[in-house]
């Protein structure tokens, strides 16, 4: 039988360094690495691995689009893929997206960032805000060469100044220019969804059916109530991605529109039958009816039982 192989640790950005065979970094918490896919990619660590470090990676070409329902629609002049501390990444997740041939002569970049650096700055909260760093790396952020330009002025900043002579500024100027790269990456993903909006009402198709699947047979009583990462698998998206697309289309996210599908079955359940307000708390999946009872009079002002009157 084989054996399950622990994902690698790398503790600090110059572990990394010495494993992708590269000179440690000018500073111990923030790393710049720029050159061939070879140096920059999870494939050469060739296992899987987690990072106790950020990590923003920019590749000039990815030849393997990304498919929504019947719909492929993503640029292929280059894109964006993030880590977060303690995530598990490579293992073959990194070869569904690969690169073109010819990408090798292109700038390839890779920015490392402890959690560390960010002390003391309101950007250590915000950054864990950003819902793309749990992203899987087949929800890459594709750019068009308009983006592209813009993501590659960006690096090219952050190059010049970890290279620059340190001073009583350079922090604040890299912290700056991090959160730069941040809001266009944000920006960009709502442009990504926007432009997917056929394949996205795919899955908004997809997902109703999930869900009405779901609350019309017997799965609230053996599962309870749907969570967001139950929902997300269905569609083989990461929660977050989910999410924040659900939120770009609708104003929604995904777990607001597992409650709405929930209120809805409940406000059938109220008005068509005589079960108890107990009892359509267990139809539901509710260990407590209290729950029940409090959600249902957040999401439409009346309790149950106000809600039952109104048929009376």
Not at 163 to 172: E, G, L, W
Not at 284 to 289: M, N, R, T
């Amino acid at each position: 039988m084989k054996k399950d192989i622990a994902p690698h640790n790398f503790p600090s950005i110059t572990a990394a360094h010495r494993a992708l065979g590269l000179p440690d970094p000018l500073h111990p918490l923030v790393s710049l690495v720029k050159g061939c896919p070879a140096q920059v990619t999870e494939n050469s660590l060739n296992s899987a691995h987690v990072l106790q470090f950020y990590k923003i990676a920019y590749k000039p070409k990815l030849s393997g689009r990304l498919k929504y329902g019947q719909h492929y629609y993503d640029f292929d002049g280059g894109g964006l893929i993030f880590a977060a501390p303690g995530q598990i990444v490579g293992g073959g997740r990194i070869n569904e997206v690969e690169e073109d041939s010819d990408a090798s002569s292109r700038p390839h970049y890779a920015l490392l960032i402890h959690p560390d650096f960010f002390l003391g700055y309101p950007i250590a909260k915000k950054i864990r805000q950003y819902g793309f760093f749990s992203y899987s790396v087949y929800e890459t952020l594709h750019l068009s060469e308009e983006e592209k330009t813009t993501i590659l002025s960006v690096f090219s900043m952050l190059e010049r100044e970890l290279q620059s002579r340190i001073d009583d500024f350079s922090q604040d100027v890299v912290i700056s220019q991090v959160e730069l790269l941040l809001n266009f990456a944000n920006r960009f993903y709502k442009r990504q969804f926007i432009t997917r909006k056929a394949a996205s009402n795919d899955l908004l198709i997809m997902l109703e059916q999930q869900l009405d699947d779901y609350f019309n047979n017997e799965a609230l009583l053996r599962k309870g109530v749907p969570t967001v990462a139950w929902l997300a698998a269905q569609l083989n998206l990461s929660p977050s991605y989910l999410s924040d697309m659900l939120r770009a289309l609708t104003g929604q996210n995904a777990q607001q529109h597992i409650h709405f599908k929930l209120i809805e079955k409940a406000k059938e359940i109220l008005s068509t039958t005589n079960l108890s307000v107990s009892e359509v708390a267990y139809a539901l999946g509710f260990e407590y009816s209290q729950s029940f009872s409090k959600l249902f009079k957040s999401k439409t002002q009346l309790s149950p039982v106000e809600f039952r009157e109104q048929f009376n």
